[in-house]
């Protein structure tokens, strides 16, 4: 099957910072992106969609401002989480959609956000 | 009432047992239904992908909707230790993985040796 990778793995950081996630399809082109969040014990919840060229479209409930996506190229989208605090703590999972395999969507290995 | 519902367990069945795996949902909109397997601190990985009513099998995997029930189910027959794992279900009102997907919680499932 196809491969997404993501980086980091892992991050901790201040309460303030902004942290920066990649999000890279390995062996396919992928025109769409997605983004999860998923809490302890929690489903995983879809954030936004990104699509390779265009503005993100984000879920209700999910402010644009302090999640940022970008798209800019086949293979990568990066979510940056603008002036991270405590509850922003959570695991972000991206999926990127390959057309050549009935359209499914592929995950990554998520990121382990942590904001202290 | 959430749009997914799944019992986060644990469930716990001996090595060899057929188990039941169980969601209900709310939106009669959803028309592609998933199963996923996530191992701790991994992505989701796919397992099966269903359209509509109906049972789908893959191997030791049997995956069942009804729409009109809007009830979906995994079966997994004899069970390893190695189906020790959070088994997800998800869906989505239209194919291709145009959309996002709607998860339950997950199950987890815990195979004894």
């Known amino acids: 099957g196809a491969v997404v990778s993501q980086h980091p793995s892992r991050v901790i950081c201040k309460s303030g910072t902004s942290v920066k996630i990649e999000c890279r399809s390995l062996?396919?082109?992928?025109?769409?992106m997605f983004w999860y969040r998923q809490f302890p014990k929690q489903s995983l919840m879809l954030m936004a969609t990104?699509?390779?060229?265009?503005?993100?479209?984000?879920e209700q409930g999910v402010e644009k401002d302090k999640f940022l996506i970008n798209h800019a190229s086949l293979t990568l989208s990066t979510l940056t989480v603008t002036s991270a605090h405590p509850e922003d703590s959570s695991f972000y999972i991206c999926s990127a959609r390959d057309t050549s395999s009935y359209n499914e969507q592929f995950f990554g290995p998520g990121t382990r956000l942590t904001v202290l | 009432q959430k749009e997914v519902e799944q019992d986060p367990g644990p469930l716990s069945v001996p090595e060899g047992a057929i188990v039941s795996l169980n969601c209900t949902y709310s939106n009669s909109a959803f028309q592609y239904f998933m199963w996923y397997r996530q191992y701790s601190r991994k992505g989701p990985e796919l397992l099966m992908y269903t359209y509509s009513s109906g049972n789908k099998e893959d191997g030791r995997f049997t995956a069942q909707v009804d729409k009109s029930s809007k009830y979906i189910s995994l079966f997994i027959r004899d069970s390893q230790p190695s189906d020790s794992a959070t088994y997800l279900c998800a869906m989505s009102e239209t194919g291709g993985g145009a959309d996002g997907l709607t998860f339950g919680k997950g199950t987890h499932l815990i195979i004894q040796p």
């Open positions: 062996d396919f082109q992928a025109t769409t």
């Open positions: 990104s699509n390779e060229g265009s503005k993100a479209t984000y």
